[in-house]
T-cell receptor, first 112, second 110 residues
């Protein structure tokens, strides 16, 4: 079990650039979650998928954020255009039926 | 916000001492879970307690739940330097909505 894999681990970009974060969930898990973590706001759920279908995206801050899950083994979170206030750690998690959340190690995003 | 709160925000103890962290939440729950996060890493699940349970043990961890007070506590006994991390509680309503607390930063001094 390789765990949830996120890439890149660190991303530094300039304001206005497009950022794409990637996540590979644990094989067999049917739910995938994207969280944003900051000191000020803690852990915020952005969106989650069940069986590759977006179920709740009410946490997505604004239209600059989009997420896709084209298949059971891959998801992306895209920010276009990025802004300095998007700087945070973005965590991906997956879970199977009746299991706890399994988190990746996150992507630390810095937008200058 | 349905987000819970941990108390204290930060805790520093000597190795071998016990560490107690508290969590308060706002809505009815199905389960309450505790997670640990080491610096620069993701969260790792520690223990789950169901709403009809009052206490649960796992190794050096002891969790209590008081649904009437909407609160839970996590006790780590005989702490070790390796226990240094942030600890979060998370509640769920039985579905896929998890509400995380603000976390307690624990430092265990060798």
């Amino acid at each position: 079990d390789a765990g949830v894999i996120q890439s890149p681990r660190h991303e530094v970009t300039e304001m206005g650039q497009e950022v794409t974060l990637r996540c590979k969930p644990i094989s067999g898990h049917n739910s995938l979650f994207w969280y944003r973590q900051t000191m000020m706001r803690g852990l915020e759920l952005l969106i989650y998928f069940n069986n590759n279908v977006p179920i709740d995206d009410s946490g997505m801050p604004e239209d600059r954020f989009s997420a896709k899950m084209p298949n059971a083994s891959f998801s992306t979170l895209k920010i276009q255009p990025s802004e300095p206030r998007d700087s945070a750690v973005y965590l991906c998690a997956s879970r199977g039926p009746n299991s706890p959340l399994h988190f990746g190690n996150g992507t630390r995003l810095t937008v200058t | 916000s349905q987000q819970g709160e941990e108390d204290p925000q930060a805790l520093s103890i000597q190795e071998g001492e016990n560490a107690t962290m508290n969590c308060s939440y706002k809505t009815s729950i199905n389960n309450l879970q505790w997670y640990r996060q080491n610096s620069g890493r993701g969260l790792v699940h520690l223990i789950l307690i169901r709403s009809n349970e009052r206490e649960k043990h796992s190794g050096r961890l002891r969790v209590t739940l008081d649904t009437s007070k909407k609160s839970s506590s996590l006790l780590i006994t005989a702490s070790r330097a390796a226990d240094t991390a942030s600890y979060f509680c998370a509640t769920d309503d039985g579905g896929n909505q998890f509400y995380f607390g603000t976390g307690t930063s624990l430092t265990v001094i060798p």
